[in-house]
Structures are given as structure tokens and as C-alpha cells.
Nanobody
Framework: VQLQASGGGLVQAGDSLRLSCAAS????????MGWFRQAAGKEREWVAA????????SYADSVKGRFTISRDNAKNTMYLQMNILKPEDTAVYYC?????????????????????WGQGTLVTVSS
């Protein structure tokens, strides 16, 4: 499956932004999906994950209550609604697909277990 992330940009602290991840070439509902981010000079970190149907979601503590992950299986697209953005949210955001139905933390938090990755979209939050 091919993933295309979009929606990044330059915003001010406190603003909102919505990222999209469009999937093609595969059966979208076969995948758990996740968002990761990588700030300059730091390791890639898990942000959020969603199960195949959208009924289960999970978030990193750093974004819980501010970010919302969702998916529209009819459109083969996943989203990340980011509210109350902070300068520390500045990073390249990546979407990823992880084959499987089970929504288990050890499976969706580990970047190494994801099969497909989008190209990344840059989010810059100014103070």
C-alpha cells in the first residue's frame, strides 16, 4: 500500500492543523494505522494509532487531549486533528500502516513493526 501524508504547515502556538494520510494500492481496512513524528535531532516517536475500523484509538501522553486520530475507510484516508499546538509539536509527521486487526499496544507503538510509511509532512509551530 502507498501512503501520502499532507496538511503540514507553519502555524502559531495555540492554532489547529489537520493532517491527512491517503492510502492507495491495498485494502485499507487490513491495517492498523499510526502517526509518528520526528523532530530535528531526535528519534522518531509514536503519536497516535487507530484500529482497522476506527473504533479504537490510542495516544501518546504528550498529545492526549489535544490530538484526535480518525479514519474514513470509504475514502481510504486517515486524519490527525491537532489542536492547541505547541512549539514542541514541531516535527515531520509520518503516517504508517501496520498489517493486522488486533489492536495491541506493543504492536501499534513500535515503529519497527509498521509495514508501510508515508513520506512525511512538516509541522512547524512558532511561539
Amino acid at each position: 500500500v502507498q501512503l501520502q501524508a499532507s496538511g503540514g504547515g507553519l502555524v502559531q502556538a495555540g492554532d489547529s492543523l489537520r493532517l491527512s494520510c491517503a492510502a492507495s494500492g491495498g485494502t485499507f481496512t487490513s491495517y492498523r494505522m499510526g502517526w509518528f513524528r520526528q523532530a530535528a535531532g531526535k528519534e522518531r516517536e509514536w503519536v497516535a494509532a487507530i484500529n482497522w475500523s476506527g473504533s479504537s484509538t490510542s495516544y501518546a501522553d504528550s498529545v492526549k487531549g489535544r490530538f484526535t486520530i480518525s479514519r474514513d475507510n470509504a475514502k481510504n484516508t486517515m486524519y490527525l486533528q491537532m489542536n492547541i499546538l505547541k512549539p514542541e509539536d514541531t516535527a515531520v509527521y509520518y503516517c504508517a500502516a501496520n498489517s493486522g486487526i488486533a489492536f495491541i499496544e506493543r504492536l501499534y507503538r513500535s515503529a519497527s513493526l509498521y509495514d508501510y510509511w508515508g513520506q512525511g509532512t512538516l509541522v512547524t509551530v512558532s511561539s
